[in-house]
């Protein structure tokens, strides 16, 4: 564990003793509720070992059934292991908080960005003698995102890249054949795609939706763009640390061409829409194309499918192809042990195995009991399994694993993003300041940012 103030080792012991004092007067009832609890129990069968598993989402939501659902598949292959299942996993300080002071489930759905930050603090059992064998299941990029100073801290589970979802009947009213598969083919499709349909004068049908709402959506979908002109957020400064880089000719190349889409080929509101108003305006048929996850599908399959929906691989910038990518590990608190350790490894086991990964593409129960998929499975040999067979198109999802760009490449940038980044690059797709200026002024103020930071 790397070496921290004394004063702040002192701030986590005694949370440390408040939390545990705080647990041993839990009443009777309420045994079992804090992971060191009731380890095992007796039954006809033998002894039994339970363990806790946290999911990112709420337990009693659709993914969170749906994740039981799989778990409950694990338990009646495995009925010496009980597995309680937890909602909301808790991320950054607080995270590293409930580890240190033995809260923490035996298994934790993290993503990659909080395993690479919290690793190297002790956070996490190194797995790698476990699944070593297991990296040939994976796509080299995902499995680098998995390590962490070579180690392996997480197994890759399950995750989500962005790529170009689309209106067929609009392509096909508009005699356009397929989709388009450069920055300039993009901007003759979307250009084309944005008409007068009621004959007022003005657009009522547009070429793409896009976010221009100061929020984390304008950041990964401009980073996207950003990372297909070959543009870097940071880089190593030579010194042990980092420097901005996004302030460059391929950033600034990024920047104005985002701006000019928005501008040209979106509705006139979209600098105050988000992600999720982008894809209501898809669902309605108001935009052609948007850059959307794998649930970007099923939500027009929801609406009835009111036309049929296609996804395409995003289109290449001069630097080639690369998407925004999340990918969930699954990670074992450090203090974990004994006959909880080992459950908790043979669980990880299982849920990288092939056929629990088909299991996330059944998807999560919508209000009409249909299953729609929310995330894909990591695991890189997954063409052959019944679900991609009958749905082609989420295997475009899969194909972008290849081509990550890294939408926090380092564990400051999270609190740059919500404090400097956003903000800026509203200004410049608003039209408030130009791309030159407004990657000037990320540089100059995230670099004082980093700096302040090294002297802390």
Known sequence: MKKRSWLHVCQILLLSIVLVACGNTNNAGDAGTVSGDSSTETGDSGKVTTIKMQIAWASDSGRGKAIREILDEFEAQNPDIKVEMLGGIQYGQKLLTQILSGQAPEVLQVSYGEVKALASQGAFIDLTEDFA???????????????????????????????????????????????????????????????????????????????????????????????????????????????????????KQALEFYT????????????????????????????????????????????????????????????????????????????????????SKKLIEFLGSKPAQEQIMKGEVGEDGNYYPFRIPIRNDMEDTQYFKEHPEFLVYQKGLSYPFTLVPIPEWQQVSDEIYQSALNQVVSGRMSAEEGLKLIEKWVTKFLRNKKQD
């Open 260 to 343: 000019k889409l928005l501008k040209e080929t979106s509705p006139p509101d979209s600098l105050n829409k988000d992600g999720g108003g982008v894809m209501a305006d898809f669902r309605n048929q108001v935009v052609a194309m948007e850059l959307q996850g794998p649930w970007g599908v099923p939500d027009v399959w929801k609406a009835g499918s009111p036309f049929e929906v296609g996804v395409a691989e995003v289109p290449a910038g001069p630097a080639g192809k690369a998407t925004e990518v999340t990918a969930y590990l699954l990670s074992i608190p450090d203090g974990v042990e004994g006959e909880k350790l080992e459950a």
């Open 133 to 251: 064998a297991n990296e040939s299941n994976y796509v080299p990029e995902i499995w680098q995102l998995a390590l962490t100073d070579g180690k392996l801290y997480g197994l890759p589970w399950l995750g989500h890249t962005i790529q170009l979802v689309y209106n067929k009947t609009m392509f096909e009213e508009a005699g356009i054949t397929k989709p388009p598969a450069t920055w300039e083919e993009l901007y003759e499709v979307a250009k084309a795609l944005t008409v007068d349909k009621n004959g007022d004068g003005k657009p009522d049908q547009f070429g793409i939706g896009l976010s221009g709402k100061q929020g984390p959506d304008l950041t990964w979908m401009y980073g996207m763009f950003a990372a297909q002109a070959g543009a870097k957020l940071v880089e190593e400064d030579g010194n042990g640390g980092y420097k901005v880089a996004l302030n460059s000719p391929e950033g």
